[in-house]
C-alpha cells in the first residue's frame, strides 16, 4: 500500500523559507515521478515541481524561489521554498504516479496516482 506523508507546512512571514518533506512507503521514489501540488481556498490545484530520475520540472509562478529534489536513502521528496510570498499560500500536496514524467504531465494533477493529505503552508505580509 502506497502512503506520502507531508510535513513542514507552517506560518512564515513573507520573504522566508520553508522545506517540506515528503515521505514515500510502499513505492519507491526514485524511479518513477514524484511532483508537488498546491491548491488555494477557490483555486484550482496546481503543479509547482515534480522530479523524475535526473529530471527536475518547476512551475514558472515559483521558478527561481523553489527547488525539488529527492533523497534516494530516505524515500523522501524535497519542496525547499525561499522568498516565500503571500500568494505561495496554500495547502500543498505530494504526488507520485507509477510512470515517468515529462512535459506536459509532470503538472497535471489526473496524472497521479497517489495523493498525501497535504501540509498547510501560510505567507503572511
Known amino acids: 500500500q502506497v502512503q506520502l506523508v507531508e510535513s513542514g507546512g507552517a506560518s512564515v512571514q513573507a520573504g522566508g523559507s520553508l522545506r517540506l518533506s515528503c515521505a514515500a512507503s510502499g513505492y519507491t521514489a526514485t524511479s518513477n515521478c514524484m511532483g508537488w501540488f498546491r491548491q488555494a481556498p477557490g483555486k484550482e490545484r496546481e503543479g509547482v515541481a515534480a522530479?523524475?530520475?535526473?529530471?527536475?520540472y518547476v512551475a514558472d509562478s515559483v521558478k527561481g524561489r523553489f527547488t525539488i529534489s529527492r533523497d534516494n536513502a530516505k524515500n523522501t521528496v524535497y519542496l525547499q521554498m525561499n522568498s516565500l510570498k503571500p500568494e505561495d499560500t496554500a495547502m500543498y500536496y505530494c504526488?507520485?504516479?507509477?510512470?515517468?514524467?515529462?512535459?506536459?504531465?509532470?503538472?497535471?494533477?489526473?496524472?497521479?496516482?497517489?495523493w498525501g493529505q497535504g501540509t498547510q503552508v501560510t505567507v503572511s505580509s
Open positions: 504526488a507520485a504516479r507509477d510512470l515517468r514524467c515529462g512535459i506536459p504531465t509532470w503538472r497535471l494533477s489526473y496524472a497521479y496516482k497517489y
Open positions: 522530479i523524475y530520475t535526473g529530471f527536475t
